[in-house]
């Protein structure tokens, strides 16, 4: 089997609540397969492939994998590609054998998890070609599906991006909504460095608000949708006391400009919040 760990992640406790959510498991009538327990018999084996039918950039098969041994503990699995591999059309990603009505069972909710991980690496990786700028880096944002947030994260670094907070607690973001309740960009920054916060990420929309930031200790500064003409002139202004990221606007379009202005960082927050699921089909034959 497999080994898949994330920090934060339960594996376990995410496989057995999504096969719970899908059999109903607490709900009248609920907790089991009524289609494969009706219609396949109980000792039935079934083999099976899992390939790509676009091109693709893997994620998740590690997790897939953990679906289909939770409920046929014997099943035989072999993967065929790793997470990070570019699939052509066609690709075989897994191939299985088991129980029949496990595998059924468990086929929604693996291949949900691929076609959704493999999607937002796919995305990514489109642009990071885009991009095309080894010195800059693109990064996700906290714009994910709740509970699946380690593993969309996850999926962004297989597509060659790194990722920026993880959540609320390991670093500052102040943004305009807690500016105005402090005040000034400079007071919420102030207020932060007084808290002991280490990572303060400060974002300005105009010009004016860079000296204030960085003056009251911000450590890294958010350049909010400023067109490429502005974000090199701020780039100017900030003369690399702190990193810069380039936020707002950035498409497949406009993400190559932008990050040649000099910004250390982009940030795309679409990665994960929009990312299509990727074409990926299981095809089983009884045996």
Same mark, same amino acid.
């Given at each position: 089997? *497999?080994?898949?760990?994330?920090?934060? +992640?339960?594996?376990?406790? +995410?496989?057995?609540?999504?096969?719970?959510?899908?059999?109903?498991?607490?709900?009248?009538?609920?907790?089991?397969?009524?289609?494969?327990?009706?219609?396949?018999?109980?000792?039935?084996? +079934?083999?099976?492939v899992m390939d790509s039918r676009d091109p693709i950039v893997v994620a998740g098969l590690p997790v897939a994998e953990a679906f289909f041994r939770a409920?046929?503990?014997?099943?035989?699995?072999?993967?065929?590609? $790793?997470?990070g591999d570019v699939a052509a059309p066609g690709t075989d990603l897994m191939r299985l054998t088991g129980n029949a009505r496990a595998l059924l069972t468990?086929?929604?909710? @693996?291949?949900? /998890?691929? $076609?959704?991980?493999? =999607?937002?690496? /796919?995305?990514?990786?489109?642009?990071?070609?885009?991009?095309?700028?080894?010195?800059?880096?693109?990064?996700?944002?906290?714009? *994910?599906?709740?509970?699946?947030?380690?593993?969309?994260?996850?999926?962004?670094?297989?597509?060659?991006?790194?990722?920026?907070?993880? =959540?609320?607690?390991?670093? @500052?973001?102040?943004?305009?909504?807690?500016?105005?309740?402090? =005040?000034?960009?400079?007071?919420?920054?102030?207020?932060?460095?007084?808290?002991?916060?280490?990572?303060?990420?400060?974002?300005?929309?105009?010009?004016? $608000?860079?000296?204030?930031?960085?003056?009251?200790?911000? *450590?890294?500064?958010?350049?909010?949708?400023?067109?490429?003409?502005?974000?090199?002139?701020?780039?100017?202004?900030?003369?690399?006391?702190?990193?810069?990221?380039?936020?707002?606007?950035?498409?497949?379009?406009?993400?190559?400009?932008?990050?040649? /202005? =000099?910004?250390?960082?982009?940030?795309?927050?679409?990665? /994960? $919040?929009?990312?299509?699921?990727a074409d990926i089909g299981l095809d089983f034959t009884p045996l």
């Amino acid at each position: 089997m *497999t080994t898949f760990t994330l920090p934060g +992640f339960d594996l376990d406790r +995410f496989v057995g609540g999504t096969l719970a959510e899908d059999l109903g498991e607490g709900l009248p009538g609920g907790g089991h397969d009524v289609t494969s327990e009706s219609v396949i018999p109980a000792d039935a084996r +079934f083999a099976g492939v899992m390939d790509s039918r676009d091109p693709i950039v893997v994620a998740g098969l590690p997790v897939a994998e953990a679906f289909f041994r939770a409920l046929d503990p014997s099943a035989e699995i072999e993967l065929l590609a $790793q997470d990070g591999d570019v699939a052509a059309p066609g690709t075989d990603l897994m191939r299985l054998t088991g129980n029949a009505r496990a595998l059924l069972t468990a086929e929604r909710s @693996a291949l949900n /998890t691929v $076609q959704h991980l493999s =999607g937002i690496a /796919t995305m990514v990786r489109e642009y990071v070609t885009a991009m095309d700028n080894a010195d800059c880096t693109l990064l996700d944002t906290r714009k *994910t599906i709740p509970g699946l947030r380690h593993l969309e994260k996850y999926a962004t670094r297989q597509g060659g991006a790194s990722n920026h907070r993880m =959540g609320l607690w390991d670093a @500052a973001m102040i943004k305009d909504n807690h500016v105005a309740v402090a =005040g000034s960009v400079g007071e919420a920054v102030r207020r932060a460095v007084a808290a002991g916060v280490k990572e303060i990420i400060c974002e300005v929309d105009r010009l004016d $608000q860079i000296e204030p930031a960085l003056e009251a200790g911000a *450590t890294r500064l958010l350049l909010d949708n400023m067109e490429p003409d502005t974000l090199r002139e701020a780039v100017g202004m900030v003369a690399d006391r702190v990193p810069t990221e380039a936020s707002g606007g950035i498409n497949l379009d406009t993400i190559k400009a932008k990050a040649a /202005t =000099g910004v250390q960082f982009v940030s795309v927050g679409r990665l /994960t $919040q929009s990312a299509p699921a990727a074409d990926i089909g299981l095809d089983f034959t009884p045996l």
